[in-house]
């Protein structure tokens, strides 16, 4: 039996700071190390590809290794799993401070996306474990906002320390952090949560599964080329036969059966996938358009897009405690409603647009952010059942981040289609807003699509009994 808690409220709060501190270093250091990507370059004589690496080697880490971390999780333990991402993520944003070559750097880099695939799946286990269902919204809520505050101050601190102190300060930050945290879960975050203590890993089939998101996501980044189209397709057929295995699977990595039998957890987790494949690029074309159609510099162009993140920050909790007391549902298709309004108006987006006019529709796709994602998630850690939250967790995460890549592989295609292989320049920004433009209006459609999964989930009906707060075998 594992140690217990002194209270029960000690337990709870532990590991609320635990898991929104973890929550917001992720997003921070991702946002953080994108501002000292040239600076990086220059000191490591990186080409383009290699620098594109910096990035894209941490995001296909933690998508490969989500689902099997909540698998671990769910068998050998929830804290223990979090605990060793800490650790591993601690050295290998420590390594990659110290790193001489490209090589090395993106070697690191892939250490510290699978040290943060550990405590991003386990995190969110661990507080649906700890609370019980009619408080789980507004726990959900404050993590997701520290998610957003990483994002968004993420850039600003980020280009302070790269100034002042060079790039590598932005990586041994880590170590005191990641050292305070293990050191915070060791001390107060008492007790073990296990959903399946008597399984088995499979470890072929987390293999299997390595190489279908591998393929799936790194040929989304090369798309519209023939190799990128290969690779995706490679990745859809190697993901067909790892269901196919996990269904007849006597101990599965991933139970199919949350799909096939679980309708709010289906289409909860597929309204998340077209959300993030619906919103992600927004952004990044916001900024090319506030840089290049408008003069402006990227200092200038980050503080209004910072308007997004900060109402996502602001809301999100508040969204979250509203969906303990408001079907969850509901909640998250008015969210997603009012991004499909704002993702719309983005599409009559011109030369002359007033700042103001930007600066209120980010306002109102952050409040449509805010009232979907806190909500959303709760719904999905609330339709499973105690053993599959390190899996359900994880399913979130990778949904996000694979929403998050077709996102920006939707935008690279139409910029190919269009443009082609040339800079953006005057002499093509009519096909530039074209492009915008078009990007604007397939994200307006796969988000109204999201509206119906979001609303046809189906009533989250929550129970009274114990989450597994006081530690679960």
């Not at 690191?108 to 009619?134: H, K």
């Not at 109402?311 to 405690?321: C, E, F, K, Q």
């Not at 307006?444 to 119906?452: K, N, R």
């Amino acid at each position: 039996m594992p140690h217990q808690p002194a209270t029960h409220t000690a337990l709870e709060r532990s590991a609320l700071i635990v898991a929104t501190l973890t929550s917001f270093v992720g997003p921070f250091i991702i946002s953080s190390i994108n501002v000292a990507l040239p600076a990086i370059q220059a000191d490591l004589q990186m080409d383009a590809v290699q620098l594109s690496w910096v990035a894209t080697a941490y995001l296909l880490a933690v998508a490969v290794g989500l689902i099997p971390a909540g698998k671990i999780a769910d068998i050998h333990g929830r804290k223990r799993v979090f605990a060793a991402g800490l650790v591993v993520y601690t050295i290998g944003s420590t390594a990659a401070a110290f790193a001489g070559s490209a090589a090395i750097l993106i070697t690191f880099r892939v250490v510290q996306g699978l040290g943060a695939a550990m405590f991003i799946t386990t995190g969110m286990a661990i507080l649906t474990s700890v609370f019980p269902p009619e408080r789980r919204g507004r726990v959900i809520g404050i993590y997701v906002a520290a998610v957003y505050i990483g994002l968004s101050t993420g850039p600003f601190i980020g280009g302070l320390m790269t100034h002042h102190f060079g790039w590598r300060s932005i990586f041994l930050l880590m170590l005191p952090l990641g050292l305070f945290l293990f050191l915070l879960t060791q001390r107060y975050l008492k007790g073990e949560w296990r959903g399946e203590p008597n399984q088995q890993l499979d470890i072929p089939a987390c293999l299997l599964y390595a190489v279908a998101i591998l393929s799936l996501v790194y040929g989304a980044t090369r798309l519209p080329s023939m190799i990128g189209t290969l690779l995706l397709l490679a990745g859809i057929l190697l993901l067909v036969v790892f269901i196919r295995h996990q269904r007849a699977a006597r101990y599965p990595v991933f139970h199919v059966s949350l799909f096939s039998a679980n309708k709010t957890f289906a289409f909860s987790s597929l309204a998340a996938l077209l959300n993030y494949s619906a919103t992600f690029a927004v952004t990044f074309l916001l900024s090319l358009y506030l840089q290049y159609i408008k003069g402006m510099t990227p200092q200038s162009a980050g503080l209004i897009l910072m308007a997004q993140p900060i109402m996502m920050a602001l809301l999100s909790p508040l969204a979250g405690r509203l969906s303990d007391r408001i079907e969850p549902r509901l909640l998250a298709t008015a969210g997603m409603i009012i991004t499909v309004v704002g993702v719309t108006l983005f599409t009559r987006l011109q030369p002359d647009t007033g700042l103001y006019l930007i600066v209120a529709n980010l306002v109102l796709l952050g409040t449509g952010f805010a009232l979907f994602s806190s909500p959303n998630m709760s719904a999905i850690m609330g339709a499973v059942e105690k053993r599959h939250y390190g899996l359900a967790s994880g399913t979130v995460a990778t949904m996000r981040l694979i929403g998050q890549m077709l996102s920006m592989a939707m935008a690279t295609v139409v910029l190919a289609l269009i443009i082609g292989r040339q800079a953006i320049g005057p002499e093509n920004y009519g096909l530039f807003l074209q492009s915008i433009h078009t990007v604007y209006f397939i994200s307006a459609a796969l988000c109204l699509s999201g509206v119906y999964f979001s609303w046809f989930r189906g009533s989250l009906h929550r129970s009274s009994g114990d989450p597994g707060g006081t530690g679960s075998t």
